[in-house]
Nanobody, 122 residues
Framework: QVQLVESGGGLVQAGGSLRLSCAAS????????MGWFRQAPGKEREFVVV???????SYADSVKGRFTISRDNAKNTVSLQMNSLKPEDTAVYYC????????????????WGQGTQVTVSS
C-alpha cells in the first residue's frame, strides 16, 4: 500500500505560480510511475503529467512549457511546479502512483491522494 498526500494548493492570480507536493508513505515510490491529474467541477478527471521511474516525463499539451514535474525517490516525494497559471487550470489536483508502467489514463493508477485545490483568478 502506498499512501499519498498532496499539499501546496491555493488561490493565485492568473500568471502566478504554485508548487504542489506529493508525499508518499508505506512504500518507496522508486518502482512507481507518478502522475498528476486534475478535475474541475462538472468535468472528468484529466491527465496533467506523468514521470517514470527514470525521470522521463510526458505532459498534457495544455500544460506543456508551463508545468514541470520532478521526483525525489530518496525523500519519497513528487513535485509539480506550475507557472504562468491560467483560470482554466482551476481544479482539484491529484497525485497518483502506478506500478512500473506510465499511463495517461486515470483508470490505470493504483493509488491516489485526496487532492489539493488550485484556484486561479482572472
Amino acid at each position: 500500500q502506498v499512501q499519498l498526500v498532496e499539499s501546496g494548493g491555493g488561490l493565485v492570480q492568473a500568471g502566478g505560480s504554485l508548487r504542489l507536493s506529493c508525499a508518499a508513505s508505506g512504500r518507496t515510490i522508486s518502482g512507481y510511475a507518478m502522475g498528476w491529474f486534475r478535475q474541475a467541477p462538472g468535468k472528468e478527471r484529466e491527465f496533467v503529467v506523468v514521470i517514470n521511474r527514470n525521470g522521463g516525463t510526458s505532459y498534457a499539451d495544455s500544460v506543456k512549457g508551463r508545468f514541470t514535474i520532478s521526483r525525489d525517490n530518496a525523500k519519497n516525494t513528487v513535485s509539480l511546479q506550475m507557472n504562468s497559471l491560467k483560470p482554466e487550470d482551476t481544479a482539484v489536483y491529484y497525485c497518483a502512483a502506478r506500478w512500473l508502467v506510465v499511463s495517461t489514463r486515470h483508470d490505470d493508477y493504483d493509488y491516489w491522494g485526496q487532492g489539493t485545490q488550485v484556484t486561479v483568478s482572472s
